[in-house]
């Protein structure tokens, strides 16, 4: 089992779970992170970090976020990986609540 960042992670981004990540498997993209499904070792350390409550486990996703199973694996073998925290945008909040944003991922290509 892993982890799955779902859509409420959308340019939110914060990245309170990265300082915890023991094996470095979150992957940052412009306005989203996501987690490397062959690198999660379901510790359990993120899920509690995240702020906005996006983290979840691949069993327990809530309706509707079933779809970011797939968006997290192929994003991230295109993106890098965030090992660090960095400052959330400074929109951050007003995006937090924001529902159906799955169409907001700005993929970076």
């Excluded at 981004?13 to 915890?20: A, Q």
């Excluded at 023991?22 to 510790?43: K, M, S, W």
């Excluded at 925290?85 to 159906?100: E, G, L």
Aim: glycine content about 2%; overall charge negative; some cysteine.
């Amino acid at each position: 089992m892993t982890f799955v960042v779902t859509e409420a992670c959308i340019k939110c981004k914060y990245t309170d779970c990265v300082e915890v990540c023991p094996v470095d498997c979150f992957h940052e993209g412009p306005n989203f992170l996501v987690i490397d499904p062959e690198e999660c070792i379901d510790c359990t350390l993120c899920e509690p970090e995240c702020p906005i409550e996006a983290i979840y486990p691949e069993d327990d996703l809530p309706e509707g976020q079933e779809k970011f199973i797939e968006i997290n694996k192929k994003l991230s073998e295109q993106w890098p990986v965030i090992t660090a925290m960095v400052d959330a945008p400074d929109d951050a909040d007003d995006w937090a609540q924001v529902k159906d944003k799955a169409h907001l991922i700005d993929k970076g290509d």
